[in-house]
């Protein structure tokens, strides 16, 4: 499994989604499922599949599918 897919899975599983729903303008808060509680399950998912720690300001930051990616880059995760 590619870094890519790991990383749409981690959508679907942690926000309970479709695998068609998660794309570039998925954001947050722009699906019932990405509220405060969902963001942190997806943080969460995305801390295990790639066995990184998220500092405090990247989990703030982390606003959209595309932003994630950006943030993941530095902790050397390539998607």
Do not use: C, P, R
């Amino acid at each position: 499994m590619t870094n890519l897919e790991k990383y749409k899975k981690a959508f679907v599983d942690a926000l309970g989604i479709a695998e068609d729903k998660v794309n570039e303008e998925l954001t947050y808060q722009s699906i019932v499922n990405w509220d405060s509680v969902g963001h942190m399950g997806l943080v969460a998912e995305l801390e295990e599949v790639f066995d990184i720690m998220m500092e405090t300001d990247d989990i703030i930051d982390f606003s959209s599918y595309e932003k994630g990616k950006e943030i993941l880059k530095k902790y050397g995760v390539e998607i």
